[in-house]
């Protein structure tokens, strides 16, 4: 079975600051990583799909890179409304996701 | 496009259980639907998906035999079953559009469905 490791698990940051939130496979996933937002009392929302193919409709503040094994998800510029958890998912096999990294403002 | 789910649900433990999920303004044969697990304060399990078109359907291990999913094609609705609930099936349940770019990526999601079983 593919493990995926997020981290970090949770992380402070303030209005405007850039955040680099990663997701590391225990085998090589190829290009098969997909990016979530979830608000609290909300279902999830694709960001950010084959690693770095933004979801029509997202901010292009959301970036997303990688490959094989490790993943990233950058946040330019944060906004009030980013602040929110974030999964990764690898769909190379059986999907499986993150543990999931809750971004709180500082 | 969207997916719109059942309401919260408050059962007793033995009891059964369907919840659904319509899609409308797509095709629905067109895309797989995933289910995915939230219990309380925890993060995102994916239970299994069902190709609409021929109700094939795909499991995790770790919920194959505890739950049920189907599909209505006739009226663009899944379906998340279970025949005798547990106390730990306690938790948020979401379906979500699959659409098979970069292997299975869930674009669309509904609203989600609170599962609650108590004594």
């Known amino acids: 079975d593919i493990h995926m490791t997020q981290s970090p698990s949770s992380l402070s940051a303030s209005v405007g600051d850039t955040v680099t939130i990663t997701c590391r496979a225990s085998q090589s996933i190829s290009s098969y990583l997909n990016w979530y937002q979830q608000k609290p009392g909300k279902a999830p929302k694709l960001l950010i799909y084959a690693t770095s193919s933004l979801q029509s409709g997202v901010p292009a503040r959301f970036s997303g890179s990688g490959s094989g094994t490790d993943f990233t998800l950058t946040i330019f510029s944060l906004q009030p409304e980013d602040f929110a958890t974030y999964y990764c998912?690898?769909?190379?096999?059986?999907?499986?996701f993150g543990q999931g990294t809750k971004l709180e403002i500082k | 496009v969207q997916l719109v789910q059942s309401g919260a649900e408050v059962k007793k433990p033995g009891q059964s259980l369907r919840i659904s999920c319509k899609g409308s303004a797509y095709m629905f044969t067109s895309y797989w639907i995933t289910w995915v697990r939230q219990m309380p304060g925890s993060g995102l399990q994916w239970i299994g998906r069902?190709?609409?078109?021929?109700?094939?359907?795909k499991y995790s291990p770790s919920f194959q035999g505890d739950v049920t999913i189907s599909a209505d094609k006739s009226i663009s609705t899944a379906y998340l079953q279970w025949n005798s609930l547990k106390a730990s099936d306690t938790a948020m349940y979401y379906c979500?559009?699959?659409?098979?770019?970069?292997?299975?990526?869930?674009?669309?999601w509904g609203q989600g469905t609170m599962v609650t079983v108590s004594s």
């Open positions: 998912q690898q769909s190379y096999s059986t999907p499986l």
């Open positions: 979500a559009r699959t659409a098979r770019v970069a292997g299975e990526t869930f674009d669309i």
């Open positions: 069902i190709d609409p078109s021929d109700s094939y359907t």
